[in-house]
């Protein structure tokens, strides 16, 4: 009975310690909580500055950043049931200014991403065109053809363009895709359609199904 009340009083004063650890560092209550970090340039002056993304709680991370000695983050949702990844740093228009490329969610063969810019004092979500904060998918297996690109305008500055179309037929040889390529610019952290290209039943070759990620890629990032 003493060896018992022994381990009794060991255990709650362990409890005690994890309680007061938790309140000094909420985020190691969260699963995997190490921050992950890249670096971007956020407001184009041709310095890096570093960004964070630390999950703070099931399904939500922060992004943070430090810009010319002044922090900002902002809560963003999140996958919590798989690693979480750094934002792709990406200069969606070209501008110089990078914009972030945030996961928010990750299934068997889709990602979705969520993407922020900085408009010189805080990180923001980009939204579409009605207002609403961007949703782009990456993936989609056989059965959908799912991604995002960015084409250099003549004249300087990109599009940014995301592709979503679904296989007209899974067992079909070659495959091919029916959907939608929207062309948008960006400014000010808002997207414009340009354009809409209707897909109609083409091979996955077909350079209006192209996604290619890194033609997003901030230069010097
Ligand atoms: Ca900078
Ligand atoms: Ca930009």
Do not use: W
Not at 12 to 41: C, E, F, K, M, Y
Not at 47 to 70: C, M
Not at 180 to 204: E, N
Request: net charge negative; aromatic share 4%; charged share 15%.
């Amino acid at each position: 009975m003493k060896h018992t009340g022994i381990i009794r009083t060991a255990t709650i004063t362990g409890v005690a310690a994890a309680l007061s650890l938790g309140a000094i560092v909420p985020a190691l209550a969260a699963p995997s909580a190490d921050p992950v970090t890249t670096v971007a340039d956020l407001d184009g002056d041709g310095e890096l500055e570093t960004v964070t993304a630390q999950l703070t709680g099931p399904g939500d991370q922060v992004i943070s950043a430090t810009v010319n000695g002044t922090f900002t983050s902002i809560h963003l949702g999140a996958d919590s049931s798989v690693p979480l990844q750094a934002p792709r740093v990406t200069d969606l228009n070209g501008d110089g200014r990078a914009e972030l490329i945030v996961t928010q969610s990750v299934g068997a063969n889709t990602t979705f991403f969520t993407a922020l810019h900085y408009d010189g004092r805080n990180l923001s979500q980009v939204v579409d065109n009605d207002s609403k904060p961007l949703s782009v998918a990456e993936g989609g297996g056989v059965a959908a053809h799912l991604g995002y690109q960015c084409t250099p305008l003549n004249g300087g500055g990109r599009t940014f363009e995301t592709v979503a179309a679904e296989a007209d037929d899974v067992s079909a040889d070659p495959l091919t895709y029916s959907g939608t390529r929207t062309v948008y610019t960006l400014r000010d952290g808002a997207l414009t359609t340009q354009k809409t290209i209707s897909i109609d039943h083409r091979p996955v070759t077909d350079p209006v199904l192209g996604t290619d990620a890194a033609s997003c890629d901030q230069a010097g990032s």
